[in-house]
């Protein structure tokens, strides 16, 4: 079975994925977060969507993602079959070796299920990241600043792909320093290394390196058709990938009723206003939401916001997501279907995956 590749099920044109950003509504828990995200892999698994990552914030009050291994962990006990994996863990955060380590407990409690996703933003604030890599003061926090930051990246994910394949040469500082679980203990597989963007820096490491690459559409769709172009152009065959192969990440919604769709949308874009505006909090209710003021300039952010999320009925989303497919050729969709409460999410997948005549469904009589 193709580690990387997956299968289109039903009538959907690439294989559909799913991206998981573990949100917390308003009047609701971490807790209620987190048993949305199994239920939403068990649906995911059942109707024949190919992946289920996980993405890694901090200090968001309304994303209970901070520790995508841990939750892998979690959604590998639950599950049996579909792939899981971290769209992304954001490498500059953490020591390579750790992440070793953390992928290769997962490949081995979920063998052939695990992929490992890699970004290089820190997925959070200065201040954030500054307490996370234990900077000396708050200004250090600047990646430029540390020598830890973005720049390293390629050293890091090298030193971290060498942690995997226990290959340091002879005579390296890490030569005689093994992660565990892995090759040191005998034969044994690890999880396929993704790179993940938002603009042309890891779309083009990721073709020169021959790995797989998945880019940010849902926040950063302006850049997806130049960064897919680079990462094809960029590509060279490697051990790993014989052709370029891309997903791109799209926020798309499905509701039975559009205007309900509208109302669901809505709160991300309200909770996205907030965050950028220094107020994160957690996703605000669709009454909420409905009932907010929006100044000129945030009403022109939202506006512009929404017109990146498919969103309505479940033919128009499968309209939209064929359209999108088509325009960026892109070869897998990962769907993120935010929305304040864990049911809306729910129906939103499943009723893409009967739009998409998916396998698993309900049969009417």
Do not use: C
Not at 98 to 112: K, R
Not at 195 to 206: D, E, I
Not at 314 to 340: C, F, S, W, Y
């Amino acid at each position: 079975m193709d580690e990387i590749r997956g299968t289109a099920n039903g009538t959907a044109p690439v294989p559909l994925s799913v991206l998981d950003l573990v949100t917390v509504g308003s009047g609701r828990t971490a807790t209620d977060a987190l048993r949305t995200s199994v239920d939403i892999a068990r649906l995911a698994e059942r109707r024949g969507f190919h992946r289920h990552w996980v993405a890694e914030h901090h200090s968001m009050p309304g994303v209970a993602s901070s520790s995508p291994a841990v939750i892998l962990a979690h959604l590998a006990a639950h599950t049996e079959r579909i792939r899981l994996g971290s769209g992304g863990v954001m490498l500059p955060n953490h020591a390579p070796l750790v992440i070793a380590e953390q992928f290769g407990t997962l490949e081995a409690l979920a063998p052939g299920r695990i992929d490992l996703g890699l970004g290089r933003a820190p997925g959070t604030d200065g201040a954030t990241a500054a307490a996370l890599r234990r900077a000396d003061r708050l200004g250090s926090s600047l990646p430029e600043a540390r020598g830890e930051g973005a720049d390293e990246f390629p050293q890091q994910l090298a030193e971290l792909t060498r942690f995997l394949d226990d290959d340091f040469p002879d005579g390296h500082p890490y030569a005689r320093i093994h992660a565990v679980p892995g090759p040191v203990q005998g034969p044994s597989a690890r999880p396929p290394i993704w790179l993940l963007g938002s603009s042309g820096f890891s779309a083009r490491l990721a073709g020169v390196l021959g790995l797989p690459f998945a880019f940010a559409h849902h926040f950063s769709a302006q850049n997806t058709v130049p960064a897919l172009d680079l990462y094809r152009d960029s590509f060279r065959p490697s051990r790993i990938l014989d052709a370029p192969y891309a997903v791109i990440g799209v926020s798309a919604l499905a509701s039975d009723d559009e205007r309900e769709a509208r109302r669901q949308v809505l709160t991300g874009a309200l909770s996205m206003v907030r965050l950028r505006t220094g107020r994160p909090g957690l996703i605000p209710t669709p009454d909420e939401a409905a009932a907010y003021e929006f100044s000129a300039i945030e009403r022109e952010f939202v506006d512009s916001w929404l017109s990146n999320v498919i969103h309505g009925t479940p033919d128009a989303v499968r309209t939209g997501l064929d359209d999108l497919q088509k325009r960026t050729g892109a070869d897998e969709l990962m769907i993120t279907g935010n929305a304040h409460g864990g049911d809306a999410r729910l129906r939103s997948y499943e009723l893409i995956a009967d739009a998409y005549d998916l396998p698993g469904g309900l049969v009417h009589s």
